[in-house]
């Protein structure tokens, strides 16, 4: 056995590709993309201790910007196949816990370079193309989110497991040795990722797995079709069988059945409010039948905004609007969905922003030239659109711009923005998760009262913005945001962290901020034990200080 000690060097973040007219990384994209459109419908197994395991039971995975077109078919895992999941995760568990850490990083380092160089399977383009068709994202999108950010990932986290373990305590009694062991949680984690970014699939299973950890992963059904090559990807990096479990289908079904387990020891979720709400309610409700207290991590919603000073400039705070409130139609839980803009800036924004608005190609994702596609699915596109037709009959708001939407070939909505009077009409307050944005104008003397406005309208605390060239304003706002939002932005959009500079996550409804990208996630998937060794032992109970006088 070696008896080196690996040190992994702090990783670069993946530059992200232009895909420029002419280049070759286009080209060999837009191949893969027509490949994976027309080839027959993918059937998407569960795998469960390495096997394929094709229930019968199905549900068609189609684009969303074309949905009468099928992509694949997932088989929906039921109560034997969660019952089998559980049951190869336990045995998996020793040789993977007792595996070496630097073996099990080397894996995920391994899935990054396989994916950041395209690999022989030509995987870059083979999971952003399954992301820009399955899940409706342009180009650029799904290159920094299915390529570099997972990438980064898979990379970041491996330095970041490094460090963990690298942590010691001090020798500060002659004779005493400590140490610190860092042991994977005892049962399995469920992983539930959801249909919005690619790399939080990948995140979500493999972070607890790197530590030591045994998972049962559900993707969500939107994004099962690029889950399940991000899946086979690892599998090709060397994952072992049993250490991830795949179980697409519906979380109604897996959720409880997982959660039901005495051997559940985490949940690492990313989704919406209320089904996180309802997971921790069942784990409560089962807590004395676990064998630990279960770990806990979710990311949910958020209710993001944008808060313009009167010293902004207003086609930073336009460019800030369109980008953070439209790009990947709004789908985000940063998206910017709330705005705040001073009376006396007002106008400039308004011209900059509809200016940038009218350019805007909305379509199909196999055009490079869309900025927007369409929204997930019907269920997504009805909300939506409730949202838009309940705001052109109320009173004290404008339809600025779209408004309009059709269903008819996809799932496609215009980039939206309203005008509201009254900040806390609902489309101010609750979350949309859509191209919806709304802007509230304030009179300039009211900065103050509008910061608390921002602070106390939504019960979310995801991400948030301010613009402004008064530094004193800048100091202000961060004082009196501070709890506003789990990833602040000065002079910039509330979207696009990126890994190992701008940690994920949130507080208050947004959930439990433990920061994805960052040591901190990594910390809930592991119960430290310290050990002490003393050299040089005691031979006597009695302690000087009982001597006689």
Request: proline share 7%.
């Amino acid at each position: 056995m070696s008896n080196s000690l690996p040190s992994i060097p702090l990783p670069v973040n993946e530059p992200v590709r232009a895909y420029a007219p002419g280049s070759s990384e286009r080209a060999s994209l837009k191949a893969r993309l027509e490949s994976m459109y027309s080839s027959p419908p993918v059937e998407i197994p569960c795998v469960i201790g390495g096997k394929r395991v094709f229930t019968g039971d199905t549900e068609d995975v189609v684009c969303p910007h074309d949905h009468r077109h099928v992509l694949a078919r997932i088989h929906k895992a039921g109560k034997k196949e969660v019952a089998a999941a559980i049951a190869a995760a336990a045995r998996a568990f020793h040789d993977w816990s007792n595996m070496p850490w630097d073996q099990r990083a080397a894996i995920l380092l391994r899935a990054a370079d396989i994916l950041a160089l395209n690999g022989q399977a030509g995987w870059r383009d083979v999971i952003n193309g399954a992301t820009m068709l399955g899940q409706s994202k342009s180009v650029f999108q799904a290159e920094i989110d299915s390529a570099c950010e997972m990438i980064d990932f898979w990379r970041f986290n491996a330095y970041y497991c490094n460090e963990i373990y690298s942590q010691q305590p001090p020798a500060l009694s002659p004779g005493i040795w400590n140490q610190l062991e860092q042991r994977p949680l005892e049962g399995f984690v469920l992983a539930v990722s959801p249909f919005n970014f690619t790399a939080i699939g990948g995140n979500l299973p493999t972070s607890p797995a790197l530590m030591g950890n045994v998972v049962i992963w559900k993707p969500a059904e939107n994004q099962s079709y690029s889950a399940w090559f991000t899946f086979q990807l690892l599998e090709e990096a060397g994952l072992p069988p049993g250490v991830i479990n795949f179980l697409p289908g519906d979380g109604s079904v897996v959720g409880p059945l997982a959660m039901a387990s005495p051997e559940l020891a985490g949940i690492h979720f990313t989704g919406s409010t209320a089904v996180f709400q309802r997971m921790w309610e069942t784990v409560g409700t089962n807590i004395s039948k676990y064998r630990s207290y279960p770990r806990i991590v979710g990311e949910t919603g958020g209710k993001d905004f944008v808060l313009a000073h009167s010293s902004a400039e207003a086609d930073v705070t336009a460019t800030a609007l369109v980008r953070g409130a439209f790009e990947y139609q709004g789908q985000k839980c940063s998206a910017a969905s709330r705005a705040y803009i001073p009376k006396s800036l007002w106008p400039k924004v308004k011209k900059s922003m509809l200016s940038m608005l009218e350019s805007i190609k909305v379509g199909d994702t196999r055009d490079f030239s869309c900025f927007m596609n369409a929204v997930i699915n019907q269920r997504a596109y009805d909300k939506i659109t409730g949202y838009i037709k309940s705001a052109k009959k109320a009173s004290g708001v404008e339809v600025l711009h779209g408004g309009s939407f059709s269903d008819k070939v996809g799932y496609f909505i215009d980039p939206t923005v309203l005008l509201v009077d009254n900040p806390k009409y609902k489309t101010m307050c609750e979350e949309i998760f859509g191209p919806v944005l709304s802007v509230h104008v304030y009179e300039d003397r009211q900065w103050e009262s509008t910061l608390g406005l921002v602070n106390g309208t939504s019960p979310y605390a995801l991400t948030g913005a301010v613009i402004a060239n008064d530094r004193q304003a800048i100091v202000q706002a961060s004082r009196s945001l501070t709890h506003a939002a789990g990833n602040f932005y000065i002079n910039d959009k509330p979207t696009g962290a990126v890994v190992g500079q701008q940690p994920f996550g949130g507080g208050r409804a947004s959930g439990t901020n433990d920061k994805a990208g960052a040591p901190i996630n990594l910390l809930r998937w592991i119960s430290p034990r310290t050990i002490k060794e003393n050299f040089i032992p005691p031979r006597d109970y009695r302690y000087p200080v009982l001597a006689e006088e």
